[in-house]
């Protein structure tokens, strides 16, 4: 019977790496419908297209590279080793995180959209996925001894507590959001989005519904993104479940109240309130993660704007603010809503967040930066200003997104 | 050892919970696409701020107060203290309840759909998920000894068989349909619906496909509310998911045939058969369960032209008979068809079960006309004309459901 | 505590089963949406409505005859007999059953889209569901003892190695892709795919944003269709979720590169790759899976290029390429990546899977032609011209798919 309880629990983990590897892969979904939503009819085939196929290179490249450089771990053996021990539990534990990594792309793409060439981005894809994000994801989760390990230096500073991010506030969203900036940066902005005398002209989105179902699409996928982080069956925590469901509120109320009603940042808002809250789901009290969902709502609806109108930057869909700082903020507000003297569970170290958040933010800027400028002067990052007026879809796809309609124009 | 098995089962129980409210969140996604597509363009995106508002204010007044009334437990504690026993169980148990009781404004809200106030309905879900639903839920499934009780005095009136309700055909659906038919009629009908000389003018639907996909949605996360409504994961039952299957299938079948092959019918047909098994899934045979949503269906058809074209009630979504009969319907029908003779289980009254689903009505009905016809007096529950006419999209939310097309218009 | 270990072996296993039934049943809403965004306009409400009703079929004629042809099992006792063991797992594994069986229908209703007469391809679909795939399905996973068993002839001809489907690449998809290419050749193209010099006048799609819907609904259940095939909790691999990602990836990949970056031909080649994963899903290496599903996007691409300008086949999702030639390919792919010496777990036949294959084309091809070819000659299996030239959607579901755009026409 001790073997088949020990049969048992293996089969529970497999299922629940796997199960939480679903729900997350279901959320790229979500980010493809939540770009086509907010980008012009000319550019939905374009992102659809990329997001699918950005998952398929990551992976291919988080396979063969990233995987190894976060974990030290190489899956080229018989399929018979592979599955030998705990039923394939590393396969499935390989494609949890895959789904993690496999965000990067997808991040950045919302903030690139309308105007990147297709095998440029995707080739950037290739290296964030590859080497940027294996290498900080294995400073905090894996094998790079430097910021989550608790005999790292840093957690040797903080007098044993490193830095904690369980689900990816930073390590993925902040992460992503940052080198998105860069980007969105080194491309510059859409034709039209500021006329010649620098005024604003916000280009309207195409499909507030598409936008909604790629929302919902992301708010049912992180419930997997958040608990089945817990890695094994027997660690999950229904605290993290809950802590998700009330950041989500918490934003969307922020955003409902600051916004004016407005869809965007209502269901950009439950995002925010998301990504705010995965590094701290395990540590915080339900309330705490109202608080932190809450400001991540208005950090984005205040972020956005300022980021569009002041900075000028033109961000197609907030990618900065919603994953780049609210990810940030997720990542310190785990330091202060961790506390017990907030209700929280304790152990957690505001310095060591601080400091561990501020790591993703230099080395993401620092590859992003690196990796777009390089790409800009060399192959080129950006389409031609005639593709992209007529479209990334006709450019790039020479189809556009709702052919019937176009064919019976003529 | 043995502990180790008790921390399994703990941890298949927060799983069970988790999936079952992930899924039944999901539903929620559904609600606002069966809602988007049946509206007119107009009004699409108030429908999905509706829904995805009504949720999170359903997820803050139900913590608060809600799940007090019901259960007699507050969840005020440090983080610690949540999760020390089952590893936060009671967490995800009041997740997977809290998406039951915003149901109920998510019904309401295809009711009187295309000319509602904003925060006026806002205002009342906050009512009723906070304290009209949690009465009666507790009446039957909580500590309010009432109905659902074996030590109520309702199991004394029929010899020890309390009013029984799996998983929500009552106690949500009902609940909700009857207080949705209460403010369909203070409301009144939308403009132009019926003419000057009280000609029925039928208003258009705009959007099979997401009316369709809303459907789809709630078909899907469906079983996630039938099944774990067993609360542990060693309740599981596999009848349960059968007969949720055939309930749909009768469901869509009797549509199919009585509606002449309308895709609204149908794909709400489904709908109506898994209102209706709710109650009885873990009492009735997979045939009765056929019978069951098969009729379900054709209430459905039937009951919603009835209402329509008879009785002259501008109920948008048809919640009324989709929710509120069909569920009464369920909860009498597990008393029927639930008998041992029928194949059911047994342990079922007929009798427990028409008082209890009368008393939903009754105090649904007391609850609903009340809130509505104070609102209606005092700050109003219906849009300006003229708010209607140019549509809540832009009355509310001051944007339209496809921005670039209003745009490229001129 | 053995009685309590036993019972959380049923529970996981009812869990287990009904997860996956779920995954497979909202493939169904994915079957519906693929063929929406590919169809035109005019047919789409008849896309939505053959897929849920022919699903809510299936459920019907299998459990009354089909799932006793396969396996010799009725489930005409009372509840309390059903429910005895195991929780009722025989009824969640029946569930999951049926979301194959009733792929059937499924597949050949993108094939023979946008002119078939509603009623007979529903009769179509009983039979198959109810005989023909129970019949097949049977001889591999049930009680015909003819290919899949190990004491069949098959399995002694090939010194005890017996024809390996593990998922049903060849069971439900090649055998549901063959029987379509029947359908669709009896039918005949649609009016004006080939003008009357015979020239290729490919008809426009409708709504990419909708086939790719379409195309993630599948992706996301597939896991389910694949893993929980395991049939109980502790029968579950890593290896095949793992395997599944792969193939997809590599279906994505090839699709890509040789499409010139069409979105419909990645999106289908997503699943071209599952389709052909399936079968082989618990043999191959990661990287065979890979190699299968890349040529298996290879296959799609080419082959529905090859279908239809040089057969002058219209089959108007490309079902035969990708569910029957793809799945084909699956099947005898897993006798080959499926070695030892390819890095797969061994015990498999190369012969055993090219005869078990060609079987399933036979019996699919002769149930295939005699149906469709006796109701063709008497009850008829197409719309009447006038129908097909406005629209399945006007002709048999008297309302068209966006009803208020119509209306505001005029």
């Known amino acids: 019977m001790e073997k088949d309880f020990n049969s048992l629990i293996d089969s529970g983990d497999v299922l629940f790496m796997m199960l939480g590897a679903v729900m997350v892969f279901a959320m790229h979904g979500g980010f493809a419908f ?3 939503g907010t980008v012009r009819k000319k550019n939905q085939v374009n992102a659809l297209v990329k997001i699918l196929v950005d998952f398929a290179i990551s992976t291919l490249i988080y396979f063969f590279i990233g995987y190894a450089i976060a974990y030290g771990i190489f899956m080229y053996q018989p399929a018979k080793v592979l599955l030998a021990d705990n039923q394939g539990y590393d396969l499935t534990h390989f494609f949890f995180l895959l789904t993690f990594a496999a965000a990067i792309p997808a991040i950045i793409s919302g903030g690139i959209a309308e105007r990147a060439k297709f095998w440029t981005q995707a080739f950037a894809a290739a290296i964030f996925v590859g080497i940027a994000y294996p290498l900080y994801e294995g400073m905090v989760w894996g094998q790079i001894t430097f910021l989550g390990q608790e005999d790292s230096w840093l957690a040797n500073l903080t007098g044993g507590v490193p830095f904690h991010d369980y689900a990816g506030s930073v390590v993925v969203h902040s992460f992503g959001g940052w080198i998105a900036l860069t980007a969105v940066i080194v ?3 859409r034709f039209g989005r500021w006329d010649s005398q620098g005024r604003s002209r916000p280009i309207p989105i195409s499909n507030v519904p598409f936008m909604a179902l790629g929302s919902w699409m992301l708010c049912t996928g992180w ?5 089945m982080s817990a890695g094994t069956l027997q660690g999950i925590s229904g605290l993290v479940a809950i ?3 009330f950041a989500m509120a918490g934003g969307v109320i922020a955003a409902l109240l600051i916004s004016k009603n407005d869809p965007g940042f209502i269901h950009n808002g439950a995002l925010a309130g998301l990504v705010a ?3 701290g789901s395990d540590k915080v009290h339900p309330l705490g993660a109202l608080v932190i969902g809450a400001l991540a709502g208005i950090i984005f609806v205040k972020g956005f704007t300022w980021e569009q109108e002041k900075l000028k930057i033109d961000d197609v869909l907030g990618v900065w603010p919603l994953h780049g700082i609210s990810g940030a903020w997720g990542g310190i507000a785990c330091g202060i809503f961790g506390q017990e003297a907030l209700g929280g569970m304790g152990q957690v170290s505001l310095l060591a967040q601080v ?5 993703a933010i230099g080395i993401a800027l620092a590859f992003g930066f690196t990796v777009y400028i390089v790409l800009d002067k060399t192959v080129g ?5 005639e593709d992209e007026q007529r479209g990334s879809d006709l450019a790039i796809h020479n189809i556009e997104s709702y052919p019937e309609d ?3 124009r003529f």
């Not at 419930?223 to 608990?227: A, E």
């Open 243 to 245: 802590n998700s469901l």
């Open 381 to 385: 990052i950006r389409l031609e200003k």
């Open 277 to 279: 809250i995965c590094a």
């Open 406 to 408: 176009v064919t019976s």
């Open 355 to 359: 400091i561990g958040t501020s790591f």
């Open 34 to 36: 939540l770009e086509v």
């Open 187 to 189: 491309m510059g902005p």
């Open 223 to 227: 419930f997997g993104f958040n608990v």
